[in-house]
């Protein structure tokens, strides 16, 4: 099993930058892709970007520009670069992992247990 453990949020004014960093630990498979989400309360956790094991990156079409996913394979983490931030940014950030045991063809996933980001002057 994979644990993700995420950092870096906290109340950020409206404009600043953030960093976000999610720590994968315990059974790393080489082509466990990484993502980041986000919700808010009352509403479905939404898809920020996805990276794969091999660095290519995905964005939900509202997100490219002010958000910015990389990784760090050899510190088996993945970080969100949040830019330009606005108060509608306020939200729970999810780290999320998948990957494929090619032995077997099972597919597993894991969630991180989230960070509040809160966007206010």
């Known amino acids: 099993q994979v644990q993700l453990v995420e950092s870096g949020g906290g109340l950020v004014q409206p404009g600043r930058s953030l960093r976000l960093s999610c720590a994968a630990s315990g059974s790393i498979s080489d082509n466990m892709a990484m993502s980041w989400y986000r919700q808010v309360p009352g509403r479905q956790r939404k898809l920020i970007a996805r990276?794969?094991?091999?660095?290519?990156?995905q964005y939900s079409d509202s997100m490219e520009g002010r958000f910015t996913i990389s990784r760090d394979n050899s510190k088996n983490t993945v970080y969100l670069e949040m830019d330009s931030l606005k108060p509608e940014d306020t939200a729970v950030y999810y780290c999320?992992?998948?990957?494929?045991?090619?032995?077997?063809?099972?597919?597993?996933?894991?969630w991180g247990q989230g960070t509040q980001v809160t966007v206010s002057s």
């Open positions: 990276i794969t094991s091999g660095g290519a990156t």
């Open positions: 999320y992992a998948d990957w494929w045991n090619m032995a077997t063809m099972e597919f597993y996933n894991s």
